[in-house]
């Protein structure tokens, strides 16, 4: 006996399976970046303390540990001060997807430390991933939060896919509204999550990129 199906059986059908492939892709996505975040934590080391004269200041936001690296690397090389800008709302595990999703494009965070003194230092570096096109909330947060005067400011960023030049350009205008002197911008594509490069190819673009940095003194 053949069974017909009616319009609406067939609708509810397809309903059905697009909300099963949905779940099934959000549950893969979120699995990638826990086992990415793990895999990031094995590496991540930042063991050369600043010296206490230092004139540079390396801070970054990450969900999974790429931009983590790659703040590491830079403030080893310099032999920078490290600090890490927290945001809980996008800690990683599926409410942090979530809230990441709904933020992406969005200039507001909940962030630690909300302000630093910032005196001491004359190069600023700013870092954190990008989500969809733009940098991720929390270092826009810190930007409105503090004063740049006569600061040299170098954003930093690994994404999966590109990032769009007009938020960079945002990012600028909103560091220069703050008196601050935009020096560069600095980026490493890492790939779609099933397929990135390696860290250590990620750590020697970031490397290079650091010694055409003529500007930036240690």
Request: hydrophobic share 40%.
């Amino acid at each position: 006996m053949v069974r017909h199906f009616s319009p609406g059986m067939i609708i509810a059908i397809f309903f059905g399976l697009s909300i099963l492939a949905l779940a099934i892709f959000v549950v893969f996505v979120i699995e990638v970046e826990k086992s990415q975040f793990r895999s990031n934590a094995k590496v991540a080391n930042y063991s050369a303390p600043a010296t206490p004269d230092s004139r540079i200041l390396v801070l970054y936001f990450s969900r999974s540990g790429n931009t983590e690296l790659m703040a590491m690397k830079i403030a080893e090389h310099y032999s920078a001060r490290l600090v890490h800008l927290e945001a809980d709302d996008y800690r990683i595990g599926f409410r942090g997807w979530l809230n990441s999703l709904r933020d992406a494009q969005t200039k507001h965070a909940i962030i630690t430390p909300e302000k630093i003194d910032l005196s001491q230092y004359d190069t600023i570096f700013i870092g954190s991933p990008i989500w969809w096109y733009s940098p991720a909330p929390p270092i826009w947060q810190f930007v409105e939060n503090n004063d740049f005067s006569n600061k040299s400011v170098i954003l930093f960023n690994t994404f999966n896919n590109q990032f769009k030049q007009n938020y960079i350009d945002e990012f600028r205008d909103s560091v220069e509204a703050k008196k601050g002197n935009f020096l560069k911008h600095l980026y490493v594509k890492r790939g779609r999550m099933s397929r990135q490069i390696s860290t250590e190819t990620m750590l020697q673009i970031v490397q290079k990129q650091l010694e055409s940095l003529k500007k930036v003194r240690k």
